[in-house]
């Protein structure tokens, strides 16, 4: 098969410009594969977690909901994402087109810690049903690229990023009812 990692993904593209004609024969889904400039003559081809442009007969499917388990730890660590709650971790870290959830299950300890200290990025993020106050301490920015951003009532902000939100149409906001202080600000992007 032809599948990459979220660390490394595989790279098919034609560099004249044009579409190049490949024959995908059917073999399982590939995951982690940047498509760009081909057209497909073979069987629609999906590719699970990829990027690509200007494609024929290639189905890219990107957008996952990913889960935070396993109490406190940095923003970049695989072994806090999954694909459910409460899941085994191992998933790729979030990406623009992903919806992050922080729940019931991801932080089972009072008083744990998300940490941001490279740049985050995801779709829409949802805290609503975190417990036991957690903290999301942000040394960098957060970029919310959907039109959620939602706050848990117990939750706590520390640190000096911005919380971009970059949808630049409408967004919902929540940052519930508990006060919240924002040291590095919020931003949006209009439209």
């Given at each position: 098969t032809t599948s990459g990692s979220?660390?490394?993904?595989?790279?098919?593209?034609?560099?004249?410009?044009?579409?190049?004609?490949?024959?995908f024969s059917s073999f399982p889904d590939p995951e982690y594969v940047n498509v760009s400039n081909i057209n497909n003559t073979g069987p629609l081809l999906t590719i699970l977690y990829g990027v690509g442009s200007n494609n024929t007969n290639i189905n890219i499917s990107s957008a996952r909901t990913l889960y935070w388990v396993?109490?406190?730890g940095s923003w970049n660590q695989i072994a806090h994402w999954s694909l459910t709650s409460g899941g085994a971790g191992g998933e790729c870290v979030p990406t623009a087109l992903d919806n992050v959830v922080f729940d019931a299950n991801s932080f089972t300890a009072t008083g744990r810690t998300l940490t941001l200290t490279a740049g985050a990025t995801c779709n829409t993020m949802t805290w609503a049903g975190a417990v036991n106050n957690p903290t999301l301490?942000?040394?960098?920015?957060?970029?919310v690229k959907?039109?959620?951003?939602?706050?848990?009532?117990?939750?706590?902000?520390?640190?000096s990023g911005k919380m971009i939100l970059d949808n630049g149409n409408d967004i919902n906001i929540d940052l519930g009812s508990g006060a919240k202080t924002l040291n590095g600000g919020l931003s949006f992007t209009a439209g």
């Open positions: 979220c660390s490394l993904a595989v790279t098919l593209t034609s560099n004249t410009g044009a579409q190049a004609a490949v024959k396993g109490n406190s301490s942000m040394a960098v920015d957060l970029t959907g039109n959620s951003l939602v706050l848990a009532n117990t939750m706590n902000v520390s640190g």
